[in-house]
């Protein structure tokens, strides 16, 4: 008589460099079985219009590229990705834009048990467009688990109906975060279809590891962009009437 073996899965996983739109439209809904990871690799440089939110559920992927990075943007029609049931997204060099939720999480909607992980990428220009709405760029959905890591990364120029938070930025140590809210949640859109806040913004410095206020200061004008200098020491402002403010 022999014993039956139990043999477990192999770790391995699938690589596959993504060209176009199309393309990562088609992989994504046809991703072979077998792999207990999957990566797709972006061409830098290039933009990736979504015709519809990706949809990261039970399966480990990342989306990568290298040098300025590649751009996924969903031109304002839906979200642009969403993690959940046990999903993790990693996305490194890889720049989301023009995310639009129509609940939470104009960007990216992490939830049941979902994990994101953003390196060296960007979420930009995003919006959560519900009355009860969190998260223009991100939300995280309770009950859920779910996590969100962020490391030399941006958050950047969102709306949300519920939340003040727009912009935040991390130093290059990590050891602070900048943030930038309105005050007020009073909203409306610009000649160019854009959403503008009405009246003053609170630019604040935290200390991460005691969640503490550092320093803060106060905008007349709606802050487009935040970021550190090299050293942490400054932190430098654009807003939408063309000023740069250090």
């Known amino acids: ?75 304002g029609r839906s979200r642009c990705v969403d993690v959940a049931y046990g999903g993790k ?24 048990g979902g994990t994101m992980t953003m390196t060296h990428s960007t979420i930009k220009d995003c919006v959560a467009d519900d009355p009860k709405s969190m998260g223009g760029g991100v939300a995280a959905w309770q009950p859920s688990s779910g996590l969100v ?34 005050e007020g949640n009073d909203f409306t859109k610009d000649v160019s279809g854009a959403w503008v806040k009405v009246g003053h913004w609170n630019l604040t410095v935290w200390d991460v590891a005691s969640l503490t206020k550092l320093a803060s200061t106060r905008a007349d004008n709606l802050i487009n962009s935040v970021a550190f200098n090299s050293d942490g020491t400054k932190v430098v402002s654009g807003h939408r009437a063309g000023a740069v403010k250090v």
């Not at 480990?60 to 969903?74: H, Q, R």
């Not at 999480?105 to 049941?112: D, E, Q």
């Not at 120029?157 to 050891?175: C, E, K, Q, R, Y």
């Open 89 to 112: 997204l990693h996305l490194e060099n890889v720049h989301l834009v023009n995310g639009k939720g129509f609940q939470s999480g104009g960007g990216a909607l992490v939830r049941s």
């Open 149 to 182: 890591e962020i490391a030399r990364a941006n958050i950047e120029n969102h709306f949300v109906f519920s939340t003040p938070i727009n912009l935040v930025a991390f130093s290059g140590d990590g050891t602070k975060v900048i943030s930038a809210a309105p």
């Open 1 to 75: 008589n022999v014993s039956p073996v139990n043999v477990s899965p192999v770790n391995v996983s699938f690589s596959r460099v993504v060209a176009t739109s199309v393309e990562l439209h088609q992989v994504m809904a046809n991703l072979p079985s077998g792999f207990s990871s999957w990566v797709l690799n972006l061409l830098a440089g290039s933009t990736y219009t979504l015709s519809g939110t990706l949809v990261v559920h039970n399966m480990d992927l990342t989306l990568k590229s290298w040098g300025v990075g590649a751009t996924l943007d969903a031109r």
